[in-house]
């Protein structure tokens, strides 16, 4: 048994989060599932993403506090994440004193150690507004591809992290006058000092994928810059070194950290105050984290680096999932600002979320930019989710319902086909946890439905339908052995789907819960003859995209 930190992105609450931001939710919560049911010390964590310039520029707008905002969104998450069955040990907020407490001791503590430096530096500084300009607060031309969308602190075209004086032609957002350069002092992460640390993390990683190792391997390259640490803006955690009471830290720098803070406050709440030194102090424990590419540098250097600068025995990242963009139509990435794309909420009014969990499992972008469209979500739901699954567990219950009144028929001698069926069977666990293992979610599911599909084309050729009159043992052993598979489907989807492998798993009238299953037993377990089964119905339905642009005003 290992130990286990599994960590999504924090969602960035100035909204509902879109389903691009909802990917990442996901798949923490389908591998946390997946590594209960191997039996393994979980613990998952995530939360709201409150402070940062973009909420102060939303809560302007909406002409609220900033805390009146994102507490809104912080209660809609909750509930959202309820309906989808995302179950983190602790979604949490970076507005919890545990985490304000956390973040200033540890820099605090970085500070000691020497890796904070204070310095004067030009910034942008609107006089009309009266206010400095940093982040998300300035926009204007990337220096690195030209786009016009810069921010502050990152190019929305081409990812490029950026500091506010790089601009060409910057405007104030408020007002869109001109900024003056004023001169401030602020106080920074020195970076560079930990180069050489970083840089033997990366190469003894062998777990990260290749566009997050390239990504940081450019990066080192370019040579590590000094990070700044503080923000004059007074939405935020307080700055905790001394002479620097007016500014705050700046939200990266602070929303990383809640990945141990968020652990902190899951034991405290477990009244196991020392619980979270078991899981980030062992140097066994992996810890994997979903994050989209654009979040990659944050994860595999300045959170190491951070890590490294407190002199604890931190583990370091094991594993960063970062997966690529998902496009809406192909009208670009899923984008709060420009409203492209579908949000977590909207989406239940489309469909339930069993649904929405088994699309974007499949369409999740892991080697490269997926594109969502209608007419996919209809042909997954239709053909993988609606034929595949659901019409292989219903004809195969149904037989039997109609054919042995409920009750599993005992096998007769099994032919090599029905043996090779049987393989499939008791492989299928070893398989599907091969793909996991190695982080492959999407191909997992993938080998899930040809699984069903595998059923489908067996129950095709063994016809219990016809054999049940002339072969009544035929029949008999074809529907037992589908049983066998009916079951291993209802584990084997349980981290994907977990509402549907409870409605299997009733349907099956089995003892216990699917979710309370062994992994490695699902292949062995027999559902015993003379078994009988819960009452039987179809589980899905399909789904027309035609009706859903209609009803979403998408002119086609
Ligand atoms: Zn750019
Ligand atoms: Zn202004």
């Avoid at 507004?129 to 921010?151: M, Q, V």
């Avoid at 709060?336 to 999740?364: C, H, N, Q």
């Avoid at 969502?372 to 037989?399: K, M, P, Q, V, Y």
Wanted: net charge positive; proline share 6%; hydrophobic share 35%.
């Amino acid at each position: 048994m290992s130990k286990w930190i599994v960590c999504s992105a924090w969602p960035y609450v100035n909204t509902v989060p879109h389903l691009g931001t909802f990917i990442h939710l996901l798949s923490a919560d389908i591998y946390a599932r997946y590594l209960r049911l191997k039996g393994e010390e979980v613990v998952s964590i995530t939360g709201s993403d409150e402070h940062g310039t973009p909420i102060e520029i939303e809560a302007i707008k909406s002409q609220i506090s900033p805390k009146k905002l994102t507490d809104k969104y912080h209660h809609s998450i909750l509930s959202l994440l309820k309906k989808y069955r995302i179950d983190f040990d602790n979604y949490t907020r970076t507005e919890n004193q545990t985490h304000i407490d956390f973040v200033q001791e540890f820099y605090k503590k970085i500070q000691e150690n020497g890796y904070i430096f204070s310095k004067e530096v030009e910034l942008p500084y609107c006089n009309d507004c009266d206010r400095y300009l940093p982040d998300r607060f300035i926009e204007g031309t990337c220096p690195n591809c030209g786009s016009d969308k810069a921010r502050g602190d990152q190019c929305e075209e081409c990812g490029r992290i950026l500091d506010p004086t790089e601009i060409g032609n910057p405007k104030c957002v408020f007002c869109k006058s001109s900024p003056v350069i004023k001169k401030t002092i602020h106080w920074f992460f020195d970076l560079p000092k930990l180069s050489e640390d970083v840089k033997s993390f990366l190469n003894s990683n062998k777990q990260l994928p290749d566009n997050a190792k390239n990504f940081s391997y450019k990066w080192l390259e370019e040579g590590l810059q000094p990070r700044s640490v503080t923000r004059d803006n007074k939405w935020g955690i307080p700055s905790p070194f001394p002479a620097s009471e007016k500014k705050t830290i700046y939200v990266w720098l602070e929303a990383l950290l809640g990945y141990i803070s968020a652990t902190i406050e899951w034991s405290k709440n477990q009244a196991k105050p020392n619980l979270w030194q078991k899981f980030w102090f062992d140097k066994e424990t992996k810890s994997i984290y979903f994050i989209g590419k654009d979040n990659i540098p944050f994860h595999t250097i300045i959170l190491p680096a951070l890590l490294l600068a407190s002199k604890e025995k931190y583990v370091l990242p094991w594993q960063v999932s970062s997966t690529e963009f998902i496009l809406y139509e192909g009208h670009g990435k899923f984008s709060k600002s420009r409203r492209i794309g579908v949000w977590m909420d909207e989406a239940l009014e489309i469909a339930g979320p069993e649904y929405w969990r088994f699309v974007l499992t499949l369409i999740r972008p892991e080697t490269k930019d997926a594109n969502f469209t209608w007419e996919e979500f209809e042909r997954r739901i239709n053909n993988d989710l609606n034929d595949a699954i659901g019409n292989f567990i219903h004809r195969s219950l149904s037989f039997i319902h109609l054919y042995f009144n409920g009750c599993v028929p005992s096998p007769s001698k099994l032919s090599a086909r029905d043996r090779e069926f049987q393989n499939k069977i008791k492989n299928s666990s070893r398989i599907v946890g091969e793909l996991l293992d190695k982080v492959k979610i999407r191909d997992a599911l993938n080998t899930i439905i040809e699984l069903a599909r595998e059923g489908n084309q067996y129950l095709s050729e063994k016809e219990p339908w016809h054999r049940i009159k002339d072969n009544k043992e035929d029949a008999s052993t074809t529907l037992f052995l589908t049983t066998q598979l009916v079951h291993t489907l209802s584990i084997l989807i349980q981290p994907f789907l977990p509402s549907i492998a409870e409605k299997i798993w009733m349907q099956l009238n089995l003892p216990k819960k699917a979710i309370e299953q062994q992994w490695k037993k699902i292949g062995e377990y027999i559902v015993e003859p003379n078994h009988k089964f819960g009452k039987i119905k179809p589980i899905f339905h399909k789904v027309n995209s035609s009706e859903i642009r209609i009803k979403r005003k998408i002119i086609p």
